[in-house]
Nanobody
Framework: QAQLVESGGGLVQAGGSLRLSCAAS?????????MRWYRQAPGKERELIAY????????TYRSSVKGRFTISRDNNKNMVYLEMMSLVPEDTAVYYC???????????WGQGVQVTVSS
């Protein structure tokens, strides 16, 4: 059964850094699909913050995290990462790893990991 499991969240002071990891198990097609990181802050809608193409050659970011966050992947390990630097309290949210299966479906989500940035 294909599943995504995030890890690496926690509490950090403003200005600090965290590295999130997403392990994709049961994904025989992992190296053929793009991967995404979303986040959802309390009382707000879930928002896409970073995308990486199947071979890692293309990355895109939400403007609010561009220059501070870096998405990467290791197709040999079926892993996706989100390096977060210069964190601010507004980055506080539950962070989710996501992908869509080949041909447009199904949609896979991890359980989410909490990131809390204190001022």
């Amino acid at each position: 059964q294909a599943q995504l499991v995030e890890s690496g969240g926690g509490l950090v002071q403003a200005g600090g850094s965290l590295r999130l990891s997403c392990a994709a198990s049961g994904f025989t097609f992992f190296s053929t699909v793009g991967m995404r990181w979303y986040r959802q802050a309390p009382g707000k809608e879930r928002e896409l913050i970073a995308y990486i193409s199947s071979n890692g050659g293309t990355t895109t970011y939400r403007s609010s995290v561009k220059g501070r966050f870096t998405i990467s992947r290791d197709n040999n390990k079926n892993m996706v990462y989100l390096e977060m630097m210069s964190l601010v309290p507004e980055d506080t949210a539950v962070y989710y790893c996501n992908t869509v299966g080949p041909g447009g479906g199904p949609d896979y989500w991890g359980q989410g990991v909490q990131v809390t940035v204190s001022s």
